[in-house]
Nanobody
């Protein structure tokens, strides 16, 4: 399993970024996916979930009006469109594979078994 994120960078408050994640080593089209973010010294925070077809998506309450998750199963890619970025969105963003073994809850980061190396998003003026 390999997950490779890209698209991070530095942006001013109010700006936008689109993260991408290239997946390989498993049947991407049959696998639900998600995004998780982490600030150094803090616990990882679940950001978003998308089912296999892309027809069902969920977001952390504070993000659902600004972030959009999507996927292209033909390209084995996952995306996160982030708009109206705020300083508190600064974090390392990880693409993660959903493998429900315990709670099965999409917002439980323990249900994501493989993570990429992460892409840094910094929101600063």
């Amino acid at each position: 399993v390999q997950l490779v994120e890209s698209g991070g960078g530095m942006v001013q408050p109010g700006g936008s970024l689109r993260l991408s994640c290239a997946a390989s080593g498993f049947i991407f089209s049959s696998t639900a996916m998600g995004w998780v973010r982490q600030v150094p010294g803090k616990r990882p925070e679940w950001v978003s979930f998308i089912n296999t077809s892309g027809g069902r998506t969920y977001y952390a309450d504070s993000l659902k009006d600004r972030f959009t998750i999507s996927r292209d199963n033909a390209k084995n890619e996952l995306y996160l469109q982030m708009n109206s970025l705020k300083a508190e969105d600064t974090a390392l963003y990880y693409c993660a594979r959903f493998r429900p073994l315990g709670s099965g809850r999409y917002y439980d980061i323990g249900q994501y078994d493989y993570w990429g190396q992460g892409t840094q998003v910094t929101v600063s003026s």
